[in-house]
Each structure stands twice: as C-alpha cells, then as structure tokens.
C-alpha cells in the first residue's frame, strides 16, 4: 500500500502516519523529520537545510526529491510507504510519479486531512517537546504529568523553533499557496480522499483505516 498524507502541518498527518504504519506494517516516512535529523546530526544535508527550516520556508524541490529517492531505495519499502509532509509541491508529485515509475509502482491514495487554521494555530502552538528524547506532547490534548516537563526524562519541555505563532501562520499560508494544487493533481487521477481532520484522532484513524481497507481489497 503506497499513501501519500496531505494537509497542512497541524492536520494531524504524524499522529495518523503512525497508526496507518501499525495496522498496514509500511514505513511512515516524513522528510520534516529526515531533515529534522540531518540537523540534528550536523551533515551536510543538515548545514543546507537548517536556516531554511528555522524560518519556515520550503527546502528546494531538488534536495527533498533526492532524498526522497534514495529512501525508496531501501529493501523496508518494498511493501509501500506512507508519505508525510511529501510531497508539498506539483513538480515534486510530478518527480514522485517518476520515482515510483522507474520502480513500476504507483500510489495506492493520498489522503487530504482538512483543516482550519485557526484549529492548526491552536494545536500547534500548544506542542511541546522533550529535547532529550523527542517525545511529543500537546498541553491541551495530551498533557505530560508534571508540569511541563518529560515523563520519560524529566527534562523542561521545549517549543519547536517552527511551531511558534508567526511561523505557524507562516507554515499555513504557504501550505496553501503550494501545496493546494496538489489537491487538484490527485484528483484528476481519481485518487483523492478528503478527511475532515478536526475530529479525535482515534475517530479519524479507524475512519481512515476503513476507507483504505476498501482500497486494497
Ligand atoms: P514538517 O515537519 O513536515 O512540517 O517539515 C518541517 C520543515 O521541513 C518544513 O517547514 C520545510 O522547511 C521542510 N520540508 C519538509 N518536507 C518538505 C518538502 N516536501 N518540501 C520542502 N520542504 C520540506
């Protein structure tokens, strides 16, 4: 099964990745977190990409289709994949098509999880995370127990440079500026499916779940 998730950052496409990624046994692949990664470990592609992700921006589209690439390489997605935060342009569904071409494979559905984003600006300013391990929280729908600080370490949680307001705001408008046509990219191959994203979680996963269970049979 080969699914692309789209929706603005906030639509809960992470959360839902990982509950398609248990029940499907695909990996969840998100660039955000490839490139996240590659900062955090001061590589080469990480010294590229840090001030573009600091302010919000788009990393070119030729950096994140290599990465791409290269991912789809590896023997885990034989099986498929389940795309978070990729692709976020048309010339990068368009270089996808061709990845996936060269592999003679095709997307199975892409997801489209709508949202507001006034409900984007809430849920995305009250995220923290450990800066130890990386586990995430939310302070309105999943609270650490004490205080702000980590259950597993202890540690002051922190706000993700890119989840403040501004930058959230900044993250949305751009979403939609370049990420929209990829709604009509999808549709015109008929392989669109539109979530309402601003339900409980668990609600949406088994929602999608079904949905993609009808899909593959
Ligand atoms: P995310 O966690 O998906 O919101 O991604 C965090 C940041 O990584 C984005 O704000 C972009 O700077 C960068 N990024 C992730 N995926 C892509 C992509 N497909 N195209 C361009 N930039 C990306």
Redesign the pocket.
Request: no cysteine; hydrophobic share 25%.
């Given at each position: 099964m080969r699914i692309v998730l789209l929706g603005a950052?906030g639509a809960g496409?992470?959360t839902l990745a990982k509950d398609l990624m248990s029940h499907f046994r695909i990996p969840h692949i998100?660039?955000?977190?490839m490139?996240?990664e590659a900062v955090a470990a001061g590589t080469e592609l990480g010294r590229k990409?840090q001030g573009?992700?600091e302010s919000?921006?788009?990393?070119?589209?030729e950096i994140?289709n290599q990465v791409v690439e290269q991912r789809l390489s590896k023997s885990d997605c034989q099986n498929g994949f389940i795309f978070?935060?990729?692709?976020?342009?048309v010339p990068?569904a368009i270089a996808l098509d061709e990845i996936l071409l060269k592999m003679s494979a095709k997307l199975d559905a892409v997801i489209y999880l709508e949202i507001s984003e006034q409900t984007v600006v809430k849920r995305l300013t009250s995220r923290r995370v450990c800066p130890k391990c990386g586990r995430i929280y939310n302070m309105i729908s999943m609270r650490p127990k004490n205080d702000e600080l980590c259950d597993d370490c202890g540690v002051k949680l922190i706000i993700r440079d890119?989840d403040k307001e501004e930058v959230v705001r900044k993250?949305y408008r751009l979403y939609h500026e370049m990420t929209e046509p990829l709604v009509s990219y999808y549709q015109d191959r008929n392989i669109l499916i539109r979530v309402n994203s601003e339900i409980d979680h668990q609600d949406l996963a088994s929602q999608v779940i079904k949905v993609l269970e009808k899909v593959i049979s």
């Open positions: 950052p496409k992470g998100s660039t955000g977190d490139f996240r990409v573009i992700l919000g921006s788009l990393v070119p589209d994140v978070d935060g990729y692709p976020r342009t990068q890119d993250r």
